[in-house]
């Protein structure tokens, strides 16, 4: 059984703020992965930035806004609520974004300089986080995860993510896969790819909810990979933790490797790749390491403790 890849989520959200060209920084060049997952969102000008909360008022959105979801030392900071600019980042300009919205320091940390480096973490546009991966050599692959639910703007999103691309270095495609949550816009997506002769990889990002307890035959990722000729999986829950469905969960995961395993008996160059998110205690990353997955995106770091995975990638 080879060795899973173990992926940064979101760069290094326990040291800097997620989603920041610093935080991405810190995890490649001094964390030495390989590989990140970011979240990418358009805005109403059609540029792509990198953030993760397409409307505020989500109620994800809020948790993770109250500094109660754990995602890491750092909070998004958003408009108030009742506020104009409170609505969904796709009908804000990127300017109005970059002016109003940001992240700030819900932790007490020992570095006085914490809330300076909220303050300093710009959101960034795709174009410049393409920018500093065409100029690093460390980096290998970024997973894309893109925040839109609209299928009538997949095709503007391809063509801006292209666009970003192409200002810096074409070379960069193959080292890029867009993830969609949502199947709409995925196979709009998947049409816009085909429209456009565009080589970008895509992938499916199956989030494992309550229902999946119920009716466990029914996570079937894998046929939409087959359907829309997709190049990744990726599967999680924001529920890991929780024992007796965790146990469920593991069982899920492990049918889909063997349903992959048997695809890429017959046909392996057309078998998707299938990672699991967002796992970060260190006895369950051991645990989903040994079930044949290809890669596990974690927010724990540094990672240099496990055995079980490795943090340079042989193949995506």
Same mark, same amino acid.
């Given at each position: !059984?080879?060795?899973?890849? /173990?992926?940064?989520?979101?760069? =290094?959200?326990?040291?800097?703020?997620?989603?920041?060209?610093?935080?991405?920084?810190?995890?490649? %060049?001094?964390?030495?992965? &390989?590989?990140?997952?970011?979240?990418?969102?358009?805005?109403?000008?059609?540029?792509?930035?990198? $953030?993760?909360?397409?409307?505020?008022?989500a109620l994800y959105a809020l948790w993770r806004e109250s500094g109660l979801r754990g995602d890491g030392l750092f909070a998004p900071r958003v408009p108030l609520p009742g506020t104009r600019l409170r609505k969904p980042v796709g009908r804000l300009d990127f300017e109005t974004i970059k002016e109003h919205f940001g992240y700030h320091c819900i932790v007490r940390m020992p570095r006085r300089n914490a809330t300076e480096h909220a303050v300093a973490c710009a959101i960034p546009t795709l174009a410049e986080f393409f920018d500093w991966m065409s100029r690093t050599t460390q980096l290998e692959h970024v997973f894309l995860d893109i925040k839109l639910t609209?299928?009538?703007?997949?095709?503007? /999103?391809?063509?801006?993510? *292209?666009?970003?691309?192409?200002?810096?270095?074409?070379?960069?495609? #193959?080292?890029?896969?867009?993830?969609? !949550?949502?199947?709409?816009?995925? %196979?709009?997506?998947?049409?816009?790819?085909? &429209?456009?002769?565009? =080589?970008?990889?895509?992938?499916? *990002?199956? #989030? /494992?909810?309550?229902?999946?307890?119920?009716?466990?035959?029914?996570?079937?990722?894998? =046929?939409?990979?087959?359907?829309?000729? /997709?190049?990744?999986?990726?599967?999680?829950?924001?529920? $890991? &933790?929780?024992? +007796?469905? @965790?146990?469920?969960? &593991? @069982?899920?995961?492990?049918?889909?490797?063997?349903?992959?395993?048997?695809?890429? *008996?017959?046909?392996?160059?057309?078998?998707?790749?299938?990672?699991? $998110?967002?796992?970060?205690?260190?006895?369950?990353?051991? %645990? +989903?390491?040994?079930?044949?997955?290809?890669?596990?995106?974690?927010?724990?770091?540094?990672?240099?403790?496990?055995?079980?995975?490795?943090?340079?990638?042989? *193949?995506?």
């Amino acid at each position: !059984m080879s060795v899973p890849l /173990l992926i940064a989520h979101r760069g =290094a959200p326990y040291v800097l703020p997620e989603n920041t060209l610093e935080s991405c920084r810190y995890a490649v %060049e001094l964390l030495g992965y &390989r590989v990140l997952e970011i979240d990418v969102c358009l805005s109403r000008d059609g540029v792509p930035f990198l $953030w993760h909360d397409a409307h505020p008022n989500a109620l994800y959105a809020l948790w993770r806004e109250s500094g109660l979801r754990g995602d890491g030392l750092f909070a998004p900071r958003v408009p108030l609520p009742g506020t104009r600019l409170r609505k969904p980042v796709g009908r804000l300009d990127f300017e109005t974004i970059k002016e109003h919205f940001g992240y700030h320091c819900i932790v007490r940390m020992p570095r006085r300089n914490a809330t300076e480096h909220a303050v300093a973490c710009a959101i960034p546009t795709l174009a410049e986080f393409f920018d500093w991966m065409s100029r690093t050599t460390q980096l290998e692959h970024v997973f894309l995860d893109i925040k839109l639910t609209d299928p009538n703007r997949a095709t503007e /999103l391809v063509e801006a993510v *292209t666009v970003a691309l192409q200002s810096t270095s074409e070379a960069l495609y #193959e080292r890029i896969t867009l993830l969609s !949550m949502d199947k709409a816009f995925l %196979e709009a997506l998947a049409a816009a790819k085909q &429209r456009t002769n565009s =080589a970008l990889r895509l992938g499916y *990002t199956l #989030e /494992l909810r309550l229902q999946s307890v119920v009716s466990p035959g029914k996570c079937r990722p894998d =046929a939409l990979a087959n359907k829309l000729g /997709l190049n990744v999986i990726t599967a999680g829950s924001a529920v $890991w &933790r929780i024992p +007796f469905l @965790k146990s469920i969960f &593991r @069982k899920i995961v492990t049918a889909q490797v063997a349903r992959l395993d048997a695809w890429r *008996t017959t046909n392996p160059s057309s078998a998707p790749s299938f990672y699991v $998110w967002t796992i970060n205690h260190p006895v369950m990353i051991a %645990e +989903f390491a040994q079930l044949g997955i290809d890669g596990i995106v974690t927010d724990n770091i540094p990672k240099h403790d496990f055995d079980s995975v490795a943090i340079v990638p042989t *193949t995506i």
